[in-house]
């Protein structure tokens, strides 16, 4: 099995604050190749790919159907679409999904594909897209991340992704960056804000976090 990293990241298309500080935290040293996927309409994809590759050193692309991902690269989901990966290459097909839930459905191929060399990162966003594809990342000895929710604009996504008890690291994304950094040196992950940290969060702090969420 290729055990080259290749790092799944499912965030919110109305933010992108999240997924930038996460790409510019990169040093040049993580070699691992990077997918992103929103749910994106086609009135924003030159938006997303001209902002991002101002925050990143990598070079920023939108998928194509049929493509080896490279190392130290960003991969993008065009509009309408969904990506897995499959015989080492990424697969664009048309989502003609009620959910349209490109997280999850990356997620879960990756973990097929990549088994304990899968990595899941939920970044800030609405809904649950990516917890579904979190557990088969999880259930595939994957590594998985989501995003602190005090750090995050939209809380629902990564606060989904934490509820399913797969995650294995809540984080701020420069921290993420940081342990991705780790993992493509073949180092152990840092002791991150463990899961059952942040369930025993206060009462307080969690209606703190839901409230971000009313309030965006």
């Known amino acids: 099995m290729d055990t080259s990293l290749i790092v799944a990241v499912a965030s919110s298309a109305d933010d992108l604050e999240a ?21 994106l309409n086609s009135g924003r994809e030159k938006l997303l790919a001209e902002a991002l590759a101002k925050r ?28 897995t990966i499959t015989g080492r290459r990424i697969r664009v097909t048309p989502d003609a999904s009620k959910l349209h839930h490109p997280g999850d459905i990356l997620f879960a191929s990756l973990a097929q594909e990549r088994g304990a060399s899968a990595i899941g990162v939920v970044l800030s966003g609405g809904g649950s897209d990516g917890a579904l594809g ?53 180092a152990a992950p840092l002791a991150g804000v463990a899961l059952s940290a942040l369930v025993s969060m206060t009462k307080r702090e969690s209606a703190e976090a839901m409230a971000l969420q009313a309030r965006s």
């Not at 998928?63 to 065009?78: F, N, S, T």
């Open 19 to 39: 997924v930038s500080e996460l790409l510019s935290a990169l040093p040049a040293e993580c070699s691992a190749t990077f997918i992103v996927v929103q749910r």
């Open 56 to 83: 990143t050193i990598r070079p920023v692309m939108y998928a194509r159907d049929g493509v080896v991902p490279e190392p130290d690269h960003v991969y993008l989901i065009p509009a309408n679409t969904a990506l």
């Open 134 to 186: 979190i557990r088969a990342i999880k259930q595939g000895g994957g590594t998985t991340f989501a995003q602190y929710p005090g750090s995050a604009r939209f809380t629902s996504m990564p606060i989904s992704a934490i509820e399913t008890g797969c995650v294995g690291f809540v984080l701020r994304p420069n921290e993420i960056a940081r342990e991705l950094t780790r993992l493509s040196r073949h």
